[in-house]
C-alpha cells in the first residue's frame, strides 16, 4: 500500500531537497522524494509525477527556485531563495543506492553546492564531483541498493575529506575478472582510478564478511 503524502508534505519534502542545492529535472526530484520516502517509511509515496510538477511551478511563482537559463527542464535556488540555509564545512547524509533513485545526480549537484557555499573554485568543483560520482556509482552498481552513507567535510588544512560506506552484493572476484568487470591488477571497482587520479588520496577497505565497503579520499583544496 503506498505511503500517503499529503500536499504540505510533498511541499516540505520538495524544500528539503532544495534547501540541501539539489538541481535536476522534476523526473530527478520525483525520484529522490520517492527514495527520502522509501528510505524513511519503506514504502512508495502515492504521489504522481504530475503533482510534483505542480508544485515546482508554484515554487518557481514565489520566487523560491527558477529554471536554469542553460536547461529550462532543470529547477535550483533562485539566488535569494528563502530556502537558503547556512552552510557550514561538513555535510553528512544517507542516500538509497538503487540506480532508479538517480543517486548520482543527487551527490553530484549536493557536493557541488557545497564546494560553491564554501568558496571553492569551479574547476576544482568538477574534478571533486567527478570523483566522488564515480564511488556514488560504484556503490549502487556492486552494492544492494541499501543505505549508502556519505559524509565530508572541509578541516583546518583546507582538505576536503570524504567518507563513505555502503554494503555490497555477494560476488566472485575471479569471475568478475574474466568478464573484464575489473581490471587486470584486481582493482575492486572500476571507478578506482578515476578516483585516484583525482583526489590525493584514496583508500577503500572490504570488511571481513565483505558484506561492506568502507571508502575515505582526501584531495587539497588549497
Keep these: 500500500m503506498p505511503f500517503p503524502l499529503?500536499?504540505?508534505?510533498?511541499?516540505?519534502?520538495?524544500?528539503?531537497?532544495?534547501?540541501?542545492g539539489?538541481?535536476?529535472?522534476?523526473?530527478?526530484?520525483?525520484?529522490?522524494?520517492?527514495?527520502?520516502?522509501?528510505?524513511?517509511?519503506?514504502?512508495?509515496?502515492n504521489t504522481t509525477q504530475e503533482q510534483l510538477q505542480t508544485v515546482l511551478n508554484?515554487?518557481?511563482s514565489l520566487g523560491l527556485i527558477q529554471t536554469n537559463p542553460l536547461d529550462p527542464r532543470e529547477y535550483l535556488l533562485t539566488e535569494k531563495s528563502t530556502l537558503i540555509k547556512k552552510m557550514g564545512n561538513q555535510d553528512r547524509f544517507t542516500i538509497l543506492g538503487a540506480l532508479h533513485f538517480n543517486p548520482m545526480q543527487y551527490v553530484r549537484t549536493r557536493l557541488d553546492y557545497f564546494l560553491?557555499?564554501?568558496g571553492i573554485d569551479p574547476e576544482l568543483r568538477m574534478d571533486l564531483c567527478i570523483a566522488t560520482v564515480e564511488a556514488v556509482e560504484n556503490a549502487a552498481k556492486y552494492g544492494d541498493g541499501g543505505n549508502v552513507e556519505i559524509e565530508y567535510q572541509i578541516d583546518k588544512n583546507k582538505v576536503l575529506i570524504l567518507d563513505m560506506v555502503n554494503t555490497v552484493k555477494d560476488f566472485n572476484l575471479e569471475?568478475?575478472?574474466?568478464?573484464?568487470?575489473?581490471?587486470s591488477t584486481a582493482t575492486l571497482m572500476r571507478g578506482m582510478m578515476v578516483m585516484q587520479k583525482l583526489f590525493d588520496t584514496v583508500d577503500l577497505e572490504i570488511?571481513?564478511?565483505?558484506?561492506?565497503?568502507?571508502?575515505?579520499?582526501?584531495?587539497?583544496?588549497?
Design 6 to 20: 499529503s500536499r504540505p508534505e510533498l511541499e516540505k519534502e520538495v524544500k528539503s531537497l532544495f534547501a540541501v
Design 207 to 222: 570488511s571481513d564478511n565483505r558484506k561492506l565497503a568502507i571508502l575515505k579520499a582526501t584531495r587539497k583544496l588549497a
Design 116 to 118: 560553491f557555499r564554501n
Design 58 to 60: 508554484e515554487f518557481v
Design 175 to 183: 569471475d568478475d575478472i574474466q568478464r573484464g568487470k575489473f581490471s
Design 22 to 45: 539539489l538541481t535536476g529535472n522534476v523526473a530527478d526530484f520525483f525520484s529522490w522524494v520517492k527514495m527520502e520516502i522509501q528510505r524513511k517509511f519503506k514504502e512508495d509515496p
